[in-house]
Nanobody, 129 residues
């Protein structure tokens, strides 16, 4: 049974920090991409950050322009847990955050939600002014 479980969300004041975690189990080892998405009511789900967890490619990691310099994605291979360290949070970062797993496609992990096979239940992040 494939399972992805997010944790670490909560409420924080602008300028604060949060660290999200996504613990995965049962994921096909060929699904070497891990991604963080976020979504607010009435808007499309958007990719925030992705990381390649394999050892045979150099796809690295990617960030949405809106979070570059503030968010850092990482992955613990032993635990198959992805993290999203969020610094200097802004009110516009408020959203439900989801983690996802899938295979790389055409040399990238950074793509739309349809490219990912497995999803967590989401964790809410709320940033107040």
């Amino acid at each position: 049974q494939v399972q992805l479980v997010e944790s670490g969300g909560g409420s924080v004041q602008a300028g604060g920090s949060l660290r999200l975690a996504c613990a995965a189990s049962g994921v096909d080892p060929r699904h070497t991409c891990r991604a963080w998405f976020r979504q607010v009511p009435g808007k499309e789900r958007e990719a925030v950050a992705t990381i390649y967890t394999g050892v045979t490619r150099n796809y690295g990691f990617r960030y949405a322009d809106s979070v570059k310099g503030r968010f850092t994605v990482s992955h613990d291979n032993a635990k198959d847990t992805a993290y999203l360290q969020m610094e200097n949070l802004e009110p516009d970062d408020t959203a439900m955050y989801y983690c996802a797993a899938g295979p790389p496609q055409r040399g990238t992990c950074f793509r739309g939600p349809d490219g990912f096979d497995y999803w967590g239940q989401g964790t809410q992040v709320t940033v107040s002014s």
